[in-house]
């Protein structure tokens, strides 16, 4: 007869067996696992080393051409804006070195900056678009009319544009120098813009921008920028937008430009100004202007091509 005892040690004897041969199992399986893991993670050591060195590789390549495009920047953009005037304007993320460049290009293409003006961050804020519009109807100079459109940037442009750019066809300031003075002032009291010194108006427009835009409202901000610096173009003989890398993207002044055909059809832009081949097709872009013709320019996929 079987006991009790003989079934609990039966049972006991099943389970210790069992726990042996999940122990067992289980070591085995882990040296697998780990032998596994250890190929994978020197696999991927690997790669990542030969894409270290791959960039790298690239990095010093592309140094090595921007510092040929650099060297040749000036005899490049010889001639092609002799006696020309520009207008600069910067946005409140335009990088000081990108607007100290293409200033010493202008110069380089026989051309001279005739006036400066610094966009603030409230510009293109989609929370001070109202105040904008205000502000903006109420500066503008007697005898002169805003465009029909009620966007923020397009009416904007049309102000500025009257102060900042001659007219096209006549060759003269489209507004007194007073009334420049006093829409100006406006615009600065009102946290628009930073009080221009000894400015006077420009044959061309110059917008230089940073990257894309983040945050609550970017793509709001990008299509300010991008309708202001149209606007610009149609103000005067022509205009030309650039930014960094990065300004070509869904959320970046270039891009949201580069979306609007209708834009594109007369205004310039350049996605790369932070290096020297861009600087160099921004001037390019603005004696391109004068002729009447548009691009897209830079290294972006909505580029027609790095340079005019």
Known sequence: MISLRYHII?????????????VLGSSTLSRTLLSGLADDRDGLAKQVADLESERNGLNARLASSDGFAGSIGPMAVRGELDQRTVVLVTTSDARPADRDAVKALIGNAGGSVSGELALTDAFADPQK????????????????????ASDPGTLSGGLIGSLAVINKDTNQPQAQPNEVTAAFTGLSDAGFVRMPENFKPGQLALVLTGSASTGDGAGDRASTLARFAAQ???SGAGAVLAGDTGSA????????????????AILSTVDNVEL?????????????????????YGTAGTAQSVVP
């Open 249 to 264: 993207d869904a959320t970046g002044p270039v891009g949201m430009a580069r979306a609007d055909t209708a834009t594109t």
């Open 129 to 148: 678009a109202d105040q904008l519009r205000d502000v903006v109807t109420r500066l503008l100079p007697a005898g002169l009319q805003l465009p029909t």
């Open 276 to 296: 020297n081949a861009g600087r160099v097709a921004a001037v390019l872009a603005l004696g391109e202007q004068l002729e009447g013709k548009a691009g897209r």
């Open 10 to 22: 039966s049972v006991a004897a099943v389970f210790l067996a069992l726990a042996v041969g999940v």
């Open 232 to 234: 610009l173009d149609r």
